[in-house]
């Protein structure tokens, strides 16, 4: 019963229990014998000791219980972070944090948001567990049965989450992903954790999209409301986040803005005499309200402006609790039927205060001289816009550099608005209908108020709707949009800006050159220099704030129409709200905002029009022809006229305008559409439409037609239409709604999408073929993107190759060391024995060709390519060169002398061996310090490597040097010669390779003649070039001419070319037979060096005589022999003389399953030892 209700005990326990008392305590518990050993000791030293002094059993009782309590206290206590958020939890959600760790294997860097009981429905079966949601990952365990069931899905694998209620399982919550479907029922509060899984998701796509993980807010202040339920941290931070993020949207304010707080009030209106009910938000910089009544009044007002702020109330008038602002711009502001006054004027006068403070430092700030260079300055600024692209906006930069005579070295003058300097009108040459407008605007600022300041009332809105005049449409534009407010709290920053991008040259200003004679060319002011060159400034200053999006095709269209009526710096701080605040993700690289409200429109289309969507549905027309006109503001099919006037609803109401326009359009054409028999003239009819929408209320058009076009709509028309059909329906809230949905689709497309091209690029350049560089390629994101999530990899050292599109697909994702470690240890079949980190290291440092510590997939595919599936000549070589500057570590090298090159005179690199192989290998001596297995002579059944076979195997890679093509064989002629000390550090590796296999002592003879055979032909390479260089060099050729006389006729019968399988041909397993001949000390000096790495003893090579021989300073002989060498040839050649080596490296690897293994590792049962079967879904 415990099995199947997951009830279990652990199974061991330490009770306490009086001789005359029925009841028991327990005092520790712990499926581990140890670990309840541990804890009996500690009972036993501190407490058992002690129980013998009380007079009575309760006393003793009373006592343990006490005592266990406060040690279980202190053990919570010391568990606890260092800001002390985990105390103030629930014991249950610190437990849930715990298991949760436990069970799904993940790094204490996960951090648990908030946990539902719910089933998980699987093949129509209900398991019922317990839903854990992480900041990246949604978990699910369930133990029902003796059998347990998980699942790990990250949040960047989510391709659909929605609400979906059948009969069977009511209220169901659907995640879809690549891999599977999954579905949950009988939650407690489905609707809390929906929500919360939304928000998670939506993190997620924006961690895909501008790679940056998530970051708490440590500055939550604790819950306020004592008698609600505890709410986990995680769970506060992100409800706080949704909040701030809603009133940031309603009121556009910065995106650093966070909201402190709200409260219902009432506003007192001087226009209507009256009181208007709502709700008064308050923040760091602003306070803000919005009614919910009929009259749909909102005011911003921002604390910079505020100058008192005081109490007030009058009983006659029905004024309790109120609270009067006073701002700079003679205004007042009464809000009455506060909750809390008292607190509230607090919090107020608190915020004043800090806005003092900031004012002073501002202009302290100002009157400091900067004496940094303007590269310098934009080395910084390309930092901090490097985190610009997220969440907040960059820190404003340092003011314009002085001279010591106080002028400045940087002078710029801003364009004013160029519609006015190119096309001014005065009060003579204004149209009565313009004059009654502006006439109109004026009375309406004398009522409601002008500024940021203003009461923005629903009968403002509807004179928006119709239409701004020329002069008031920068100035609106900067009120309704918020961008007032990022330009007052950042003076001085678009000209600093300006200063420091002065010559600066990157893709994007090169970019942005080719653009600038295409914006509004029809327009006077953009065939002047003045336009261009503001046009210019805007475009680069914005490029080099916000280097994740830096410039996208059609900002310059939009960024030309803000400059016509907003002076410059206006411009640059309205394209700022356009492209972070109102269109997010719109001008990025790959347009993903544009690509989900696509995605948007036609689920609305399939809403509202569905004969159209019906009509269109296969062919996706409408939706890709509303992707131009959302991406230019219908600036680019639309009149200029009437264009501007859908711009002016759009910072007015939102995202939500451009929608209602395109329907709006669609219906009025549905029709026609619905008559169309192909593309062409469905394209036609729209295209026709549009061009025919007029506004009525120009006299002259400012852009003259190219060509006649009938008229088809009045543009106020238009828009009124569209708000009378869609105006109640489409709201932003919903447009949030389905962009979060759409988003999921998109951004898991262009993932896809990428992977392919990456895929695609490699065509050729590894061992693996589509499948395994797909397998690869997931895992090896997956990895990427863990870095970003729990912050363990490092930026590269060039950060603006991050930004910069023209990089190749494998090129866009690099890890560092510490990723590539994980990776190379998992999937490395090298990665074997008691020290893999080594090999990891050497391969790490070969790829790095950049030295930026990072490897982009490219280099990684191909190593463990090698590694993998290659042939063993590639991965003998490759093994070879780990060991070979700059592979091999600076630690490994203090002792190294440079690798000698390529003797031309030995081009073909088996001359050596072949005068080998003729002749008796030189003695060497032996020393006893081996490990047992290696002294030990072969036998007949475990000694392959024959002197046969050994010849065999040299003609055989000699005839595959010479039908291997001229690019491959001149690589590996090219390969520098191996010293001493690199030569000792490859054996050190491959015996640790070997260390463990279940051919161990096999390995070890093998390693052993290896080593003998690459040592006696390094001697013979060193003689032979001594030989050469000195002047008794006939003597020696004649002393080698004797000895290769004298050789045992049993080994020319045998044509062994170094040593024969028979103990007297094997001089360093048994140097009895070899007594009679020379023994060089450097080559002895090199054997026992190899000995101690065997024996594991890391003992430097210089120290290796003074080890030896017992004496304080280093001898002649103790140091590396820089004539000593061997080349990759003979390397290969004598690896192939020992089959047991040669299985290791021609093994191949199942890539794909070792990768899958390792993606599932965290699926593995969390509790073996009690018979426990996991059944996930990957084990289908």
């Known amino acids: 019963m415990d099995a199947v209700l997951d009830s279990r005990s652990c199974k061991y326990r330490i009770i306490h229990q009086t001789e005359n008392s029925e009841l028991s305590w327990a005092c520790a518990e712990s499926d581990s014998t140890a670990e309840i050993e541990e804890h009996w000791r500690w009972l036993e030293n501190n407490m058992i000791s002690v129980l013998g002094d009380f007079e009575s059993e309760d006393e003793v009782t009373d006592y343990v219980k006490c005592k266990i309590e406060s040690l279980r206290t202190e053990s919570v206590h010391e568990d606890g972070d260092v800001n002390d958020e985990e105390e103030e939890e629930a014991k249950r959600f610190k437990g849930a944090i715990a298991k949760f760790h436990k069970l799904f294997n993940l790094p204490p860097e996960e951090k648990l948001v908030n946990y ?31 059998k347990e069931s998980k699942i790990i899905t990250r949040w960047v694998d989510v391709m659909q989450l929605d609400i979906e209620s059948n009969i069977l399982f009511p209220n169901g919550i659907h995640v879809g992903t690549r891999e599977a479907d999954h579905y949950f029922t009988m939650f407690v509060s489905k609707e809390d954790a929906y929500k919360l899984m939304q928000q998670l998701t939506n993190m997620a796509m924006h961690q895909l999209i501008v790679e940056e993980g998530f970051e708490e807010d440590k500055t939550l202040p604790p819950a306020r409301n004592k008698r609600k339920k505890k709410i986990p941290s995680l769970k506060r931070d992100l409800d706080a986040r949704a909040r701030s993020e809603a009133y940031r949207t309603l009121f556009r304010l910065p995106i650093a803005e966070r909201l402190d707080g709200d409260t219902i009030c009432c506003l007192w209106l001087p226009f209507k005499k009256t009181h208007t009910s709502g709700r008064l938000y308050v923040s760091k910089n602003y306070v803000c309200f919005d009614s919910k009544d009929q009259d749909d009044v909102q005011l911003v007002i921002p604390l910079r402006m505020v100058t008192c702020v005081e109490k007030t109330g009058n009983k ?89 005579t106080g002028s400045s070295e940087f002078t710029l003058e801003l364009s004013p ?37 203003m009461y923005r009332t629903k009968k403002i809105h509807d004179e928006i709707m119709r239409g701004l005049p020329d002069s008031l449409r920068g100035e609106m534009w900067m009120v309704y949009s918020g961008a007032i407010n990022e330009m007052a709290t950042n003076p001085g920053y678009y000209k600093s800006l300006i200063e420091q991008t002065q010559g600066k040259t990157t893709i994007a200003t090169d970019e942005i050159e080719r653009d600038l004679h295409r914006s509004l060319p029809e327009h006077k002011a953009f065939q002047s220099n003045l336009g261009i060159d503001a046009l210019r400034r805007v475009l680069t200053a914005y490029a080099f704030r916000n280097p994740h999006i830096g410039y996208c095709q059609a900002m310059n269209i939009v960024t030309s129409v803000l400059l016509l009526f907003a002076n410059e710096e206006e411009a640059f701080w309205l394209l700022v709200a356009l492209c972070e605040r109102m269109l997010p993700d719109y001008y990025n690289t790959k347009v993903v905002g544009a690509l989900v409200d696509q995605g948007v429109l036609e689920e609305l289309i399939s809403e509202h029009l ?120 489409i709201t932003n809230e919903l447009i949030d709604r389905l962009r979060l949905r759409q988003r999921l689709s998109v951004v898991q497309g262009i993932e896809e999408t990428t992977m392919k091209n990456v895929i695609r690029s490699l065509d050729g350049e590894t061992c693996f073929d589509i499948d395994e560089l797909s397998a690869l390629f997931t895992l090896y994101k997956e990895e990427y993107q863990a870095s970003i999530y729990w912050r363990t990899g490092e930026k590269p050292a060039d950060i603006t190759q991050e930004y910069n599109p023209n990089r190749p697909y494998y090129d866009l994702y690099r890890v560092d060391f510490t990723q590539f470690k994980a990776l190379f240890l998992a999937l490395c079949p090298w990665a074997q024995g008691v020290a893999p980190e080594p090999v990891c290291v050497k391969a790490f440092k070969l790829l790095d060709e950049s030295n930026q510590n990072t490897v982009n997939f490219k280099q990684f595919a191909w190593c463990i390519g090698v590694t993998c599936k290659s ?202 037979d070899s007594q009679g001949e020379e023994t060089d000390p450097e080559s002895e000096e090199v054997v026992r060096e190899l000995e101690r790495c065997y024996m594991k003893e890391d003992v430097a090579v210089d120290d290796t005589a003074d080890t030896l021989k017992g004496s304080t300073s280093p001898s002649k002989e103790s140091q590396p022999d820089p004539n000593w060498s061997v080349n990759f040839e003979q390397f290969l050649a004598s690896m192939l003389t020992e089959p047991h080596l040669v299985a290791i490296f021609e093994k191949d690897t199942d890539i794909i399953k070792v990768a899958e293994n390792y993606r599932h590792r965290r699926l593995k049962p969390s509790n073996d030892d009690n018979g426990v079967t996991t059944n996930s879904i990957f084990n289908k």
Not at 373 to 381: G, H, L, P, Y
Request: aromatic residues 8%; contains cysteine.
């Open 116 to 146: 539902y009981s719910c089933s998980y429905v699987k093949r129509r079966v209900p398991r019922q567990g317990w839903l854990y949601l992480s900041i990246n990952h949604m978990c699910f365990y369930s133990f029902l049965l003796g």
């Open 417 to 453: 608005a160029l519609h006015e300097h190119f096309c001014p009108k005065s009060a003579d040459d204004m149209s009565p209908k313009d004059a009654a407008r502006e006439s109109l605007w004026r009375t309406t600022f004398a009522e409601y108020g002008r500024g940021v300041c």
């Open 871 to 1072: 042939d063993l000549a590639d991965k003998l070589l490759l093994f070879y060169k780990l060991h070979l500057p700059p592979a091999l570590p600076d630690s490994e090298m203090d002792n190294s002398t440079e690798a000698s090159e390529p003797d031309p005179k030995d081009a073909d690199g088996t001359e050596a061996i072949e005068n080998l192989a003729s002749s008796k290998p030189i003695s060497v001596s032996h020393s006893k310090s081996f490990p047992t297995s290696i002294a030990q002579p072969r036998s007949k059944h475990n000694s392959p490597a024959s002197g046969s076979f050994r010849a065999s195997s040299i003609e055989m890679y000699k005839q595959r040097s010479l039908d291997s093509s001229d690019m491959c064989r001149t690589d590996v002629v090219n390969v520098a010669h191996m010293n001493q000390v690199q030569f000792i550090q490859m054996w050190k590796t491959l015996y640790d390779m070997c260390t463990g296999s279940p051919d161990e002592q096999q390995l070890y003879h093998s390693i052993s003649t290896v080593a003998t055979l690459l040592l006696q032909i390094g001697e013979v390479g060193k003689q032979y070039k001594s030989g050469l260089n000195s002047p008794h060099n006939a003597i020696e050729v004649e002393s080698l001419e004797t000895r290769k006389a004298n050789s045992s006729p049993d080994t020319h019968a045998k044509g062994d070319s170094v040593h024969s399988s028979s103990q007297k041909a094997d001089p360093l397993l048994h140097p009895a």
């Open 610 to 729: 569905p004969h159209l969507h019906g009509h269109y549905s296969t062919t996706g027309l409408l939706s890709m022809i509303a992707l131009s006109w959302f991406l230019t503001m219908f600036l680019s099919v639309m009149p200029f006229e009437s264009a501007v006037n859908i711009l002016d609803c759009f910072f007015c109401d939102g995202a939500k305008v451009i929608f209602q326009i395109a329907l709006a359009i669609l219906d009025a054409c549905s029709d026609k559409l619905a008559r169309c028999k192909d593309d062409g003239e469905a394209i036609s009819v729209l295209t026709q439409y549009v061009d025919g929408v007029t506004n009525a209320d120009v006299a002259e058009p400012i852009l003259k037609a190219t060509k006649s076009v009938e008229t088809s709509i009045d543009v106020s028309l238009l828009i009124n239409d569209a708000y009378l059909k869609f105006g109640d329906v």
């Open 316 to 404: 006659e008038n029905e004024i309790n609790n109120a609270l009067l602002i006073s701002t700079s711009a003679r205004s007042n502001f009464l809000f009455t039927d506060l909750y809390d006054q008292n607190s509230m004027l607090l919090k107020l006068a608190d915020m004043l205060g800090q806005q003092q403070d900031y004012r002073l430092r501002s202009i302290g700030k100002s009157l400091t001289q900067i004496t940094t260079s303007v590269d310098e300055n934009s080395a910084d600024i390309s930092c901090d816009n490097s985190q610009g692209a997220s969440s907040t906006p960059p820190s404003p930069p340092p003011s314009p550099k002085h001279t010591n």
